[in-house]
C-alpha cells in the first residue's frame, strides 16, 4: 500500500490522483480503514476521506491480511509502516538505515515490536557471472530502451539498482542484509531461466 507514483496509470484507469500531500493524509486514513476492517473488535474508522462503521463479523476472519507499506519517502513513509505495516519495504538508496531507524522508532512509539515486522526491499537487478558479460548485457539493455550506456547507467544510479557481477551484486544485498532486510523482491521480466541463472549466480537457494 503506498500514495502512487505513475501518472499515466492513474491516467488511464480515470483514479483520482490529488497532490502528495493529500495522497500521504489519504494513505493515512486508509492503513487505519484497513487495520479496523481486519479486526472484529475495532470501533470502526471516521476520517475525511474514508469512514468504516462497526459491525458484527460473523464469522469471524481467522487472520488478517498482512499490510505492506512501501517506498522511498524518508519521513511519512516509515512512520506509517512504524504505525500499521506488517511488512516495510524500503526501496535501496543511501539512507535505507535512516529510514530503517525512522520506522523502528515509530513503531515503538505505536506500542509495536518493530522486531514482529519484516524488512524488505524491491527493485531491479542487473547481474552477469564476468564484467565483459555485464557490459554486454547494459550495451544490450541501452539499446532496446533508446538510451546511450551513459545514460542507461545514470537511470540505474538514481534507482540506487543493484548491478554487476554476482559477486558484486550479492555483496550490495548483503549490505541491505546488515540492515535488517530479509527479504527482496526482484523487478522485471524474468523467465524460468534467466531466475535460475540469477538465483544460482547470487548463490540463493529457492
Same mark, same amino acid.
Given at each position: ?8 496509470? /492513474?491516467?488511464? =484507469?480515470?483514479?483520482?490522483? +490529488?497532490?502528495?500531500?493529500?495522497? =500521504? ?6 492503513? %487505519?480503514?484497513?487495520? #479496523? #476492517? ?6 470502526? =474508522? ?6 468504516l462503521e462497526a459491525f458484527p463479523l460473523a464469522p469471524a476472519p481467522l487472520g488478517? &491480511?498482512?499490510? $505492506? ?10 512512520? $506509517?509502516?512504524?504505525?500499521? %505495516? ?7 538508496? +543511501? ?11 515509530? %513503531?515503538?512509539?505505536?506500542? *509495536? ?12 537487478? &542487473? ?16 539499446? %532496446? #530502451? ?13 534507482? /540506487?539498482? +543493484? ?8 555483496? *550490495?544485498?548483503?549490505? =541491505?542484509?546488515a540492515l535488517g532486510v530479509t527479504r527482496f523482491y526482484f523487478q522485471g521480466v ?17
Open positions: 500500500v503506498g500514495t502512487g507514483w505513475m501518472d499515466r496509470e /492513474h491516467e488511464v =484507469f480515470g483514479f483520482t490522483y +490529488p497532490d502528495m500531500k493529500e495522497r =500521504f493524509a489519504m494513505l493515512e486514513e486508509a492503513l %487505519a480503514y484497513l487495520s #479496523a #476492517a481486519f479486526n472484529p473488535e475495532a470501533p470502526g =474508522f471516521v476520517g475525511d476521506h474514508y469512514r488478517t &491480511i498482512p499490510l $505492506l507499506v512501501g517506498g522511498t519517502g524518508g519521513h511519512k513513509t516509515p512512520r $506509517l509502516a512504524g504505525m500499521f %505495516a506488517d511488512e516495510f519495504n524500503v526501496y535501496p538508496g +543511501p539512507d535505507m538505515g535512516e529510514r530503517i531507524e525512522r520506522f523502528t522508532a515509530a %513503531a515503538t512509539e505505536a506500542g *509495536r515490536d518493530p522486531d514482529t515486522i519484516r524488512l524488505s526491499s524491491s527493485g531491479q537487478v &542487473i547481474a552477469a557471472a564476468t564484467v565483459s558479460e555485464f557490459e554486454d548485457r547494459m550495451a544490450q539493455d541501452a539499446e %532496446a #530502451a533508446g538510451l546511450s550506456r551513459e545514460e542507461l547507467e545514470a537511470h540505474y544510479e538514481k534507482r /540506487h539498482t +543493484p548491478r554487476g557481477t554476482f559477486e558484486q551484486v550479492a555483496e *550490495r544485498l548483503e549490505e =541491505f542484509a524474468f523467465t524460468p531461466s534467466d531466475t535460475g541463472r540469477l538465483l544460482d549466480g547470487l548463490g540463493v537457494t529457492p
